[in-house]
């Protein structure tokens, strides 16, 4: 099956698994006039992420000015999109914030930062785009949860717990959705090797940018609700809810 038709906008113009989306997004809708749209802060400084957009096959790339931090910025970022280009065809939320866990633990400010930008933010911003396409009766959104928020960790719990809320959101969503022609994809992956994770140790079935976003591609085109990066992982979180807590609240992140 085909990407439904309209632009394509990346909130977090500067995420690597974001960027990776958005550049096989662009190899599949060479050739079928769209424009993408990066949206980050410091939007005047994404020339290298437009230029690998460009070079992948994209039409136009446009950037765009975008704090997740401010929930004005979420909506005028979305009603701008729409006043210029007409209709969304693929919405990626890409943005996030990982955090300090042992900082989180002393500093409630830190700790509602993290919420913020991992739940809240995604929360308005979804809720905005799915009444958006729910009236052109089409478009596709990406969902990034996390296996983090299967089942909370004492490591990093506000992350976690963050996740939590973000996956059981987007899974009601899509129940709400179905059958008005909007596609919600929940992605659910594991450790992923990158900037955002640099210096910490692997996970097992821990993935790259770039399986990630193959995955996405994959349930975009095929219409699937929900997947999991790597598919094992599926498998090993139905023994992991069986894990005594003692030994669960011990493992690391």
């Known amino acids: 099956m085909s990407i439904d038709s309209g632009a ?25 006039p769209r424009t993408f749209v990066l949206a980050a802060r410091r939007s005047d400084d994404l ?18 000015e975008f704090d997740a931090g401010s929930l004005e910025s979420q909506s005028r970022v979305v009603a701008d999109v729409l ?14 914030l990982l955090g300090d866990q042992s900082r989180a633990e002393e500093d409630p400010v830190h700790a509602a930062q993290i919420v913020h930008v991992d739940y809240v933010a995604q929360v308005t911003v979804l809720t905005d785009l799915a009444r958006e396409m729910r009236a052109q009766g089409r478009g596709q959104l990406v969902v990034f949860s996390s296996v983090a928020g299967i089942r909370v960790r004492r490591a990093n719990y506000v992350y976690g717990s963050a996740k939590a809320g973000l996956d059981g959101f987007a899974s009601g969503l899509a129940d709400a959705l179905a059958g008005t022609g909007v596609q919600l994809l929940l992605v659910r992956p ?6 955002m994770t640099e210096g910490m140790d692997p996970a097992p079935l821990s993935s790259t940018p770039d399986q990630v976003a193959d995955a996405v591609l994959r349930g975009l085109t095929r ?15 139905v023994v992991a809810r069986l894990v005594p807590q003692p030994i669960w609240r011990r493992l690391p992140r």
């Not at 219409?223 to 979180?237: D, F, H, N, S, T």
Request: proline fraction near 3%.
């Open 8 to 32: 394509i906008l990346i909130l977090g113009g500067r995420s690597e698994i974001g960027m990776a989306v958005a550049e096989r997004l662009a190899r599949q809708t060479a050739g079928d």
């Open 47 to 64: 020339e290298a992420e437009r230029a690998r957009l460009l070079s992948a096959g994209a039409d136009a790339v446009e950037t765009v």
């Open 83 to 96: 006043e210029r280009h007409g209709a969304i065809g693929v919405a990626v939320p890409a943005f996030g």
């Open 190 to 195: 594991g450790f992923v090797i990158g900037k």
């Open 223 to 237: 219409r699937k609700r929900l997947i999991w990066v790597p598919g094992a992982l599926r498998w090993m979180y």
